[in-house]
């Protein structure tokens, strides 16, 4: 009996043991990923992932099987850049702050004119960073002609 208590004593023991962590505390991958929501069209939410320093474009781009890809449209001052119009919640204007006079600009290129509005942004503009935490957007409507 003595020696039963003894072994599930050291056996506790060993086990907080195998749950510390060993080697470099620097962090890891799993530390840069950010969360990002999208509301399709059709009012569906997709909840994706990004790493820290990816544009929403770059992961919009990852996911054209899930959201289709007449959510990209060719950038018109990047050569060979894709570009989303999304919209971002009032939460985030802080954060994401009015298109520049240029940006606003290619927003009117990109863009179907109509739907444009203050919660507009370029998807190449928004980066992903862990400091602001997880995102939501929505997807805004491309111009017809513009769409991949």
């Known amino acids: 009996m003595l020696r039963q208590m003894a072994s599930s004593a050291m056996g506790r023991r060993l086990s907080g043991a195998r749950s510390c962590r060993y080697g470099s505390a620097a962090p890891s ?12 069209k059709e009012g569906h939410r997709h909840v994706l992932r990004g790493l820290e320093g990816q544009t929403v474009a770059d992961v919009l781009q990852g996911h054209t099987d899930i959201l289709g890809e007449d959510v990209l ?5 990047v050569p060979d850049q894709l570009e989303a119009h999304i919209k971002i919640p009032t939460e985030l204007f802080d954060t ?18 109509a739907s444009i509005d203050i919660h507009s942004r370029l998807a190449s503009n928004i980066t992903l960073s862990c400091k602001t935490g997880d995102i ?12 991949l």
Not at 96 to 113: C, D, G, H, I
Not at 136 to 147: F, M, N, R, Y
């Open 29 to 40: 991958v799993f530390d840069k990923i950010v969360q990002l929501t999208v509301v399709d």
């Open 73 to 77: 449209a060719l950038s018109p001052s």
């Open 96 to 113: 994401f702050p009015a298109p520049s006079e240029e940006v606003a600009r290619q927003l009117t290129q990109v863009a179907a004119p």
């Open 136 to 147: 939501l957007v929505s997807l805004g409507d491309l111009a017809p002609w513009k769409t």
